[in-house]
């Protein structure tokens, strides 16, 4: 079976099961509104300098690219019922303009917005309206079992798309230049590939998901990418230089003359580039595009922030992925990716009792809550004041005298250097920091003169175990250098954390 054929089955199968969907898109507003698109587009259509609508169509520009980019107003072409046969027949009506041969991708948007494409299994995909697109859409989030109460529409194309257009737009300013209409629309009203597409499907997928689009945390992405199978396209196209488009009204507008003119694409050449002499007939970078982009699906949700204290109970468990040599270290971390419900307040609270539940007791956590990127912005904030207090287990090399008990319990707000120490160097860039220590008491043990408990509250990101040996020297000073003898530490622990934020 060609791929043709299964994706007639495809979209005939949609067709089907979704019929009473794409009935309230498009039927529920009554007949004299449903109309009024119709009206709309044809007032539109006449509207347009016939001639040179002929000459883009004439040159595998599709309807709706026409239509962007001689800057139809209201964007009335972004319709989500209008069919691309539709459009077709209209402008072909409207122009005397008859199309020959068979169907053919557009050679500026290269079939996104007439709706086809390769799937990920190398089907081809023809889609007849935006409606067929957003049922496409709407079926995988609910297959995939998001809960949403909103999404943001996100779209990706093929950087070569944004220059054949910028060159076909140059072309037709050094042909019409001495045309009014030029002035009117092209260098103002000429909308983005992505944002025709966006405006096209956001409407049936907001009555499909029953929700609004906004800014949400759960994204929707289309994901285009092409071949380039087009000869030595990389080559005559090098040179060419991004520039920065303006918006308006939320879409995007190639209103900066110097993106039109394109003078940075001057080194195509000469018999490729759509640069004309006289009246001569424009052209395209691409002749003919035998194949459409591919397209790819992606729903997923952004980072949803926990915050609560978190008890290891372990020395194992680290806090998160610990990778050397593409090795995971340790038993096991925390790490949540593209979650499908947000949870509730109850949700979070049976979360809690489970983690406190397990058997293994590695950890624990309390007072854990659902917090927004703001809860993250304070985290940060709240980093270089936020004080940690430990328990050490330190080993020196000769018997603690009680001067030394004194000496150290002395030592309040003490500022120390620190060199990225040695052990971490893998993965810690090499820096120097400064650090402070806030206070330090030493707690004996019966019978042993050289073994004692280390009490102490430091800065944020103080490395403990090298303030306590020194790290040859990198850290600056040390409990070894204080005491002036060897010192190890044998164990640590965490006893408190202190966070205004939290």
């Known amino acids: 079976m060609s791929n043709e054929v299964e994706s007639a089955q495809v979209s005939d199968a949609m067709e089907v099961a979704q019929l009473s969907s794409l009935a309230a898109v498009d039927s529920h ?68 303009f008859k199309s020959e041969g068979d169907f053919q991708f557009c050679s500026v948007c290269l079939g996104i917005l007439q709706l086809s494409y390769r799937d990920d299994k190398e ?11 957003a049922l496409v859409i709407a079926e995988l989030v609910k297959k995939e079992g998001h809960q949403i109460d909103g999404f943001s529409l996100e779209v990706s ?22 045309e009014p209409w030029l002035q009117e629309r092209l260098l ?46 990389v080559e005559r196209n090098q040179g060419f230089k991004r520039r920065k488009i303006g918006t308006e009204n939320g879409l995007q507008n190639v209103n900066d003359e110097s993106v039109v003119a394109n003078k940075d694409c001057s080194d195509y050449p000469t018999n490729e580039t759509i640069a004309v002499t006289g009246r001569s007939s424009l052209k395209v970078p691409i002749d003919k595009v035998s194949e459409p982009c591919h397209l790819v699906y992606l729903c997923y949700r952004t980072h949803i922030y926990l915050c609560g204290r978190y008890l290891k109970y372990s020395r194992n468990v680290s806090q998160t992925r610990w990778i050397i040599d593409e090795e ?36 624990g956590v309390k007072n854990l809550q659902v917090v927004g990127s703001q809860g993250w912005t304070l985290m940060r904030e709240g980093e270089a004041e936020k004080q940690k207090q430990y328990c050490a287990l330190v080993w020196i090399s000769r018997p603690l005298e009680d001067e030394d008990v004194c000496s150290i319990s002395l030592l309040d ?73 060897r010192a190890e530490i044998l164990q640590l622990d965490v006893t408190d954390v202190k966070m205004d934020s939290f």
């Open 29 to 96: 507003a009554g007949s004299c509104e449903a109309e009024m698109p119709s009206r709309l587009l044809n007032d539109a259509v006449r509207s347009l300098p016939y001639h040179v609508v002929k000459d883009l169509l004439s040159i595998g520009v599709c309807s709706r690219c026409v239509l962007r980019i001689l800057g139809t107003e209201d964007h009335i072409y972004c319709h989500s019922s209008f069919s691309q046969s539709m459009l077709c027949s209209v402008l072909e009506e409207v122009t005397g």
């Open 188 to 233: 103002s009203k000429c909308v983005s590939v992505k944002d025709v597409l966006k405006f096209a499907i956001t409407k049936p997928l907001e009555t499909l998901l029953d929700t609004k689009a906004s800014a949400s945390s759960f994204r929707i992405r289309l994901a285009y990418t092409h071949k380039m199978a087009f000869g030595n396209s």
């Open 328 to 363: 995971r270290m340790g038993e096991a971390s925390v790490e949540i990716q593209n979650a499908r419900q947000v949870p509730s307040e109850e949700t979070v609270k049976e979360i809690e009792s489970k983690i406190n539940g397990l058997e293994n007791k590695l950890v």
């Open 157 to 178: 194309i093929p950087q070569f798309i944004l220059e054949n257009e910028s060159s076909l737009l140059s072309g037709m300013k050094k042909r019409y230049e001495s």
């Open 123 to 133: 089907t081809l995909v023809k889609m007849e309206s935006p409606n067929d697109m």
């Open 413 to 485: 707000d003490m500022q120390i250097l620190q060199k990225t120490p040695i052990r971490v160097l893998h993965r810690r860039s090499p820096l120097e920091r400064k650090k402070i220590i806030h206070w330090m008491k030493i707690e004996r043990i019966a019978e042993s003169s050289q073994y004692f408990l280390l009490h102490l509250c430091t800065q944020a990101g103080t490395y403990i175990k090298e303030f306590v040996h020194g790290d040859f020297g990198r850290t600056q000073p040390s409990i070894g250098s204080i005491l002036g003898c």
